[in-house]
Protein backbone atom coordinates (compact mmCIF):
# COMPACT_ATOMS: atom_id res chain seq x y z
CA UNK A 1 0.00 0.00 0.00
CA UNK A 2 1.32 3.48 -1.13
CA UNK A 3 1.23 6.16 1.65
CA UNK A 4 2.07 9.80 1.30
CA UNK A 5 2.99 12.19 3.90
CA UNK A 6 3.72 15.94 3.18
CA UNK A 7 5.40 18.59 5.12
CA UNK A 8 7.00 21.71 5.31
CA UNK A 9 4.11 23.91 5.35
CA UNK A 10 4.33 27.24 7.19
CA UNK A 11 3.38 30.60 7.99
CA UNK A 12 5.27 32.89 5.70
CA UNK A 13 5.18 36.63 4.90
CA UNK A 14 3.75 37.57 1.21
CA UNK A 15 7.22 37.35 -1.21
CA UNK A 16 8.38 34.66 0.76
CA UNK A 17 9.33 30.75 0.18
CA UNK A 18 8.98 27.27 1.22
CA UNK A 19 9.67 24.05 -0.01
CA UNK A 20 7.23 21.40 0.59
CA UNK A 21 8.13 17.53 0.63
CA UNK A 22 5.88 14.56 -0.33
CA UNK A 23 7.64 11.21 1.18
CA UNK A 24 6.46 7.81 0.00
CA UNK A 25 6.37 4.44 1.26
CA UNK A 26 5.62 1.01 -0.37
CA UNK A 27 6.47 -0.35 -3.77
CA UNK A 28 4.65 1.32 -6.01
CA UNK A 29 5.80 4.76 -5.80
CA UNK A 30 8.74 4.58 -8.29
CA UNK A 31 6.10 3.67 -11.21
CA UNK A 32 3.43 6.76 -10.47
CA UNK A 33 3.32 10.24 -11.60
CA UNK A 34 3.21 12.60 -8.15
CA UNK A 35 0.96 15.47 -8.41
CA UNK A 36 0.43 18.75 -6.03
CA UNK A 37 -2.67 19.80 -5.35
CA UNK A 38 -4.14 22.42 -3.27
CA UNK A 39 -7.15 23.55 -1.60
CA UNK A 40 -8.57 26.69 0.18
CA UNK A 41 -11.30 27.10 2.74
CA UNK A 42 -14.80 26.99 0.53
CA UNK A 43 -12.77 26.32 -2.69
CA UNK A 44 -12.56 23.69 -4.87
CA UNK A 45 -9.01 20.85 -4.57
CA UNK A 46 -6.82 22.13 -7.89
CA UNK A 47 -4.08 20.96 -9.58
CA UNK A 48 -0.95 23.13 -8.87
CA UNK A 49 2.14 20.86 -10.36
CA UNK A 50 2.54 17.16 -11.07
CA UNK A 51 5.95 15.74 -12.46
CA UNK A 52 6.41 11.93 -14.51
CA UNK A 53 7.75 9.04 -13.00
CA UNK A 54 11.23 9.52 -14.27
CA UNK A 55 10.89 13.52 -13.42
CA UNK A 56 11.56 14.36 -17.32
CA UNK A 57 8.35 15.61 -17.68
CA UNK A 58 6.88 18.43 -15.32
CA UNK A 59 3.53 20.91 -15.64
CA UNK A 60 2.14 23.92 -13.82
CA UNK A 61 -1.14 25.51 -13.21
CA UNK A 62 -1.16 29.09 -14.99
CA UNK A 63 -1.72 30.78 -11.08
CA UNK A 64 1.92 29.15 -10.21
CA UNK A 65 4.03 28.87 -13.29
CA UNK A 66 7.54 30.60 -12.31
CA UNK A 67 7.05 30.76 -9.14
CA UNK A 68 6.50 26.87 -8.16
CA UNK A 69 9.10 24.43 -9.14
CA UNK A 70 8.51 20.11 -8.59
CA UNK A 71 11.37 18.32 -8.49
CA UNK A 72 11.85 14.26 -7.67
CA UNK A 73 14.27 12.48 -5.60
CA UNK A 74 13.87 8.50 -7.08
CA UNK A 75 16.60 7.62 -4.43
CA UNK A 76 14.76 9.44 -1.20
CA UNK A 77 10.89 8.52 -2.85
CA UNK A 78 10.18 12.25 -2.44
CA UNK A 79 8.61 14.90 -4.37
CA UNK A 80 9.54 18.78 -3.26
CA UNK A 81 7.47 21.36 -4.25
CA UNK A 82 9.64 24.98 -4.51
CA UNK A 83 7.12 27.77 -3.66
CA UNK A 84 8.48 31.71 -4.42
CA UNK A 85 7.00 34.93 -4.41
CA UNK A 86 3.81 33.97 -2.72
CA UNK A 87 1.20 35.80 -1.90
CA UNK A 88 -1.71 35.50 -0.23
CA UNK A 89 -3.61 33.87 -2.76
CA UNK A 90 -1.28 30.71 -2.12
CA UNK A 91 -2.96 29.95 0.93
CA UNK A 92 -4.31 26.46 1.28
CA UNK A 93 -3.78 22.70 2.13
CA UNK A 94 -1.68 21.67 0.23
CA UNK A 95 -2.03 17.91 -0.85
CA UNK A 96 0.00 15.13 -2.79
CA UNK A 97 -0.82 12.05 -4.46
CA UNK A 98 0.13 9.68 -6.89
CA UNK A 99 -1.63 8.71 -10.12
CA UNK A 100 -3.57 5.67 -10.43
CA UNK A 101 -2.16 4.62 -13.78
CA UNK A 102 1.27 4.93 -15.53
CA UNK A 103 0.62 8.00 -17.86
CA UNK A 104 3.81 9.41 -20.66
CA UNK A 105 2.55 12.98 -19.48
CA UNK A 106 1.27 14.19 -15.94
CA UNK A 107 -1.95 15.20 -15.89
CA UNK A 108 -3.52 18.25 -13.12
CA UNK A 109 -6.59 16.59 -12.91
CA UNK A 110 -7.79 15.27 -9.17
CA UNK A 111 -10.02 12.61 -10.77
CA UNK A 112 -6.14 10.66 -12.16
CA UNK A 113 -5.01 10.52 -8.66
CA UNK A 114 -5.50 8.34 -5.60
CA UNK A 115 -3.30 7.33 -1.84
CA UNK A 116 -3.99 11.07 -0.85
CA UNK A 117 -2.11 12.64 1.98
CA UNK A 118 -3.29 14.41 4.76
CA UNK A 119 -2.03 17.48 3.79
CA UNK A 120 -0.10 20.40 4.84
CA UNK A 121 -0.65 23.72 5.98
CA UNK A 122 0.64 26.90 3.53
CA UNK A 123 -0.76 30.02 5.14
CA UNK A 124 0.72 33.89 3.70
CA UNK A 125 0.04 36.57 6.06
CA UNK A 126 1.51 40.06 7.19
Known amino acids: QLQLVESGGNLVQPGGSLRLSCSASGLTFDYNNIGWFRQAPGKEREGVSCITRDGRHTKYSDSVKGRFTISRDIAKSTVYLQINNLNAEDSAVYYC???????????????????WGQGTQVSVST
Open 97 to 115: AADVRYRTYCSLSTDNYAH
